[in-house]
């Protein structure tokens, strides 16, 4: 059977921290950014990790185990 491919968009995506977990950046940071309070762009700014739910998800297109 072939190697499963890893999903391009994931990659471009996710990270995976040391422990194995999935870090992503947040959404709603890339435009229409003036009516948005400057309190709310800061969370946008820093990474979050991914909902325990969603990781199977994830690591299957990051070809993982």
């Known amino acids: 059977m072939p190697k499963m491919k ?5 990659k471009k995506r996710f ?3 040391g422990t194995g977990k999935i870090k992503r950046k947040h959404a709603f940071k890339s435009h229409i950014l003036t ?5 709310r762009k800061l969370k946008l700014t820093h990474d979050t990790l991914v909902h325990k739910a969603d990781a199977p998800n994830i690591k299957k297109q990051l070809a993982l185990k």
């Open 6 to 10: 890893t999903k391009s968009s994931a």
């Open 15 to 17: 990270k995976l921290t």
């Open 35 to 39: 009516k948005k309070s400057k309190k």
